[in-house]
Nanobody
Framework: QVQLVESGGGLVQPGGSVRVPCAAS????????IAWFRQRPGKEREFVAA????????DYADSVKGRFAISRNNAESMVTLQMNRMTPEDTAVYYC??????????????????WGPGTQVTVSS
């Protein structure tokens, strides 16, 4: 089964950018659909972005569409979330998650059963 570990994050100024990578190990990444979720202070965990196993389909939450970008490199077993034009409302623990690839090749928002430990991203001046 796949193991996931996020890195990066930290303190970002409003309007700034940060790249958060997620390294996978344990098996080939091309058998998995990958997503990012986040949990903001005092709120439930929520979907952020997802990418299909081949990287051809991407989906974003409305709150991050146009600002965040998800990408993957199966050969390097790496998935990355690029976050731009960040606001204090983006402050959260960000989690990388995986699920077995779908038959249709889509990128669902639910059904993820492998999770990384999370990384804190704080947007503040």
């Amino acid at each position: 089964q796949v193991q996931l570990v996020e890195s990066g994050g930290g303190l970002v100024q409003p309007g700034g950018s940060v790249r958060v990578p997620c390294a996978a190990s344990g098996c080939s990444l091309d058998g998995y659909t990958i997503a990012w979720f986040r949990q903001r202070p005092g709120k439930e965990r929520e979907f952020v972005a997802a990418i299909s196993h081949g990287g051809t389909v991407r989906d974003y939450a409305d709150s991050v569409k146009g600002r965040f970008a998800i990408s993957r490199n199966n050969a390097e077993s790496m998935v990355t979330l690029q976050m731009n034009r960040m606001t204090p409302e983006d402050t959260a623990v960000y989690y990388c998650a995986a699920r077995s690839r779908t038959v249709t090749g889509m990128a669902p928002r639910t059904g993820y059963n492998y999770w990384g430990p999370g990384t804190q991203v704080t947007v503040s001046s």
